[in-house]
């Protein structure tokens, strides 16, 4: 199976492991009218079977080197509300087939817990404090960029585990470029001050990437601890899922994050 890393996570091998899932490796869409789910989908829980998703899950995880039975994972909402885990966690409370309610982020402190989120289009945001051994894990579409759980997260990280901004590292997943990420009426879909990231030739698409790392900046985050991706979903989409690039009729990726 073929999975990213991010660079910047690299020197911390000995501490975490996390992986960003493609669409190549698993086992779904082998049914007529689901040839889109192909092959490693790690979402769409309705249109996916659960074997297949078991199976999609068992092998992503196996690969990253995590524990699929301690895997956390949400009801994602397309909202700013971050779980927090840490102290006496019931270590039984987790896995696949355990979602834990609406969020859309965790951060954690507890070695084991394999934090996940799910993405095809929008950006899976992984977070390291190598001082405090403190992880995070943020969906994040256009809607939680508007809400601002990018810095949210960075401030949750501080307040809740002591955490500096100038400790934490951030990794941006595989996601919608700004050659892909195009609104009908940016002017009206989107708040005031994300204006400034709507460009391109006919004034639609708006930069999500740089908005993301100008959200980490402003809370502290250094410029040189932050690795955007740069790999658009619909660009490659041979590799990725997209939400745009399928219309709707997509697999979704995962990525994961955990302590050692
Ligand atoms: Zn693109």
């Known amino acids: 199976m073929h999975f ?11 501490m975490i492991r996390h992986g960003l899932s493609t669409r190549n ?23 996916d079977s659960k074997e297949n998703l078991e199976e999609n899950y068992k092998r992503f995880c196996e690969e990253v080197g995590v524990d699929s039975g301690r895997l956390v994972r949400a009801n994602q909402v397309h909202k700013d ?6 102290g006496e966690v019931d270590r039984g409370n987790y896995g696949l087939n355990k979602p834990q309610g609406d969020h859309d982020g965790f ?18 945001v992984l977070f390291f ?34 955490c500096s901004a100038g400790d934490i590292f951030v990794g941006i997943s ?26 391109g030739a006919d004034g639609r698409h708006v930069d999500l990437w740089q ?12 410029a040189e601890n932050i690795e955007i991706m740069r790999r658009c979903t619909v660009c490659e989409n041979d590799i990725f ?12 990726m995962a990525g994961v994050i955990c302590l050692k």
């Open 4 to 14: 990213l890393k991010f660079k910047i996570f690299e020197k911390f091998a000995g």
């Open 25 to 47: 490796g698993g086992v779904s869409g082998g049914e007529d009218g689901k040839e889109y789910l192909a092959s490693l989908n790690l979402g769409q829980f309705e249109e």
């Open 81 to 86: 509300d971050i779980l927090i885990l840490k």
């Open 107 to 124: 951060i954690t402190n507890v070695n084991g817990l394999a934090l996940s989120v799910r993405f095809a289009d929008c950006q899976g």
């Open 129 to 162: 404090d190598p001082v405090r051994r403190v992880i995070a894990a943020v969906h994040a579409g256009w809607r939680g960029n508007a809400k601002n759980i990018i810095g949210k997260c960075v401030r949750k990280m501080v307040e809740e585990f002591g």
């Open 174 to 199: 595989q996601s919608l470029g700004p050659c892909h990420a195009e609104f009908s009426e940016p002017e009206k879909e989107l708040p005031d001050w994300m204006q400034k990231y709507v460009g």
């Open 211 to 222: 908005c993301s790392f100008d959200q980490l900046v402003a809370e502290g985050v250094p």
């Open 241 to 252: 899922f997209s939400s745009r690039a399928g219309k709707g009729k997509m697999g979704v």
